[in-house]
């Protein structure tokens, strides 16, 4: 138990591929914050270690194989780019345009009593455009250069070494984080009030899956996809 609680929550969530599950429900990060030791980790979540410890290996034990937990440190990186690209970066392209829509319709119904509200939507709408070029960023130059160097053929690029995009998209994934964590204090953990409608609900329930999803995206690139391409552009 001492060895798991010392090592950083990026490294766990490497391990053991269900462990970022557990991370979600109990609110630890995992994408942003995965330097971190465990311990210091669950500090600043103001939850016992030994408790989460216990949740990891429950997971570790239960945890049935799928596609999900896949063991993307071995796999191809074309796989892992088409998973992201398939998974992720489709679901936040299908989900933007309804959380507008929703934010939209329960800022103006409920918006003069619940004032947070309107933080939220504005959260949501500069990390929806900021998001909206970051995506377009990985899918024509970042996603492509990494396949092809794979491949053996990389091509001339404009960046010089990979590091110099790798290095933007991550400072881009830190800011979708803070916006993330934003949204979350905003809403009282997404916690609907006694007067939501179901509109309202549905919105805090939408909003609570976007940020599982971001944050299993940015998993996958800080710490799987971005770290194997660096090492494969230094040759090892």
């Not at 980790?41 to 410890?53: E, G, K, L, N, P």
């Not at 491949?151 to 400072?171: D, E, K, L, T, Y």
Request: net charge negative.
């Amino acid at each position: 138990m001492k060895a798991i609680a010392t090592k950083t929550v990026r490294e766990l969530a490497l391990e053991i591929p269900s462990a970022t599950r557990v991370f979600e429900k109990l609110g630890i990060d995992y994408c942003c914050g995965g330097q971190k030791p465990l311990q210091e980790a669950c500090t600043t979540a103001h939850i016992s270690v030994d408790d989460v410890v216990e949740k990891l290996e429950a997971a570790e034990r239960q945890a049935a194989p799928s596609f999900q937990d896949k063991n993307w440190q071995e796999a191809a990186l074309n796989d892992l780019v088409q998973h992201i690209l398939s998974t992720h970066h489709a679901y936040v392209q299908e989900e933007v345009p309804r959380l507008r829509q929703l934010l939209a319709k329960v800022c103006g119904v409920h918006g003069n009593n619940h004032p947070e509200l309107l933080q939220i939507q504005e959260i949501f709408s500069s990390l929806a455009e900021e998001l909206a070029s970051h995506l377009m960023k990985e899918e024509q130059i970042l996603f492509p250069y990494i396949i092809q160097a794979e491949q053996g053929h990389a091509p001339h690029s404009c960046f010089g070494s990979v590091q110099n995009p790798i290095r933007m998209m991550m400072f881009e994934h830190d800011n979708a984080g803070t916006a993330l964590r934003g949204m979350r204090a905003a809403s009282s953990d997404f916690q609907p009030p006694a007067d939501a409608c179901i509109s309202y609900k549905t919105l805090y329930q939408a909003l609570r899956a976007f940020e599982a999803d971001l944050h299993q995206h940015i998993h996958l690139e800080n710490n799987i996809l971005f770290p194997r391409t660096l090492a494969m552009e230094d040759g090892n």
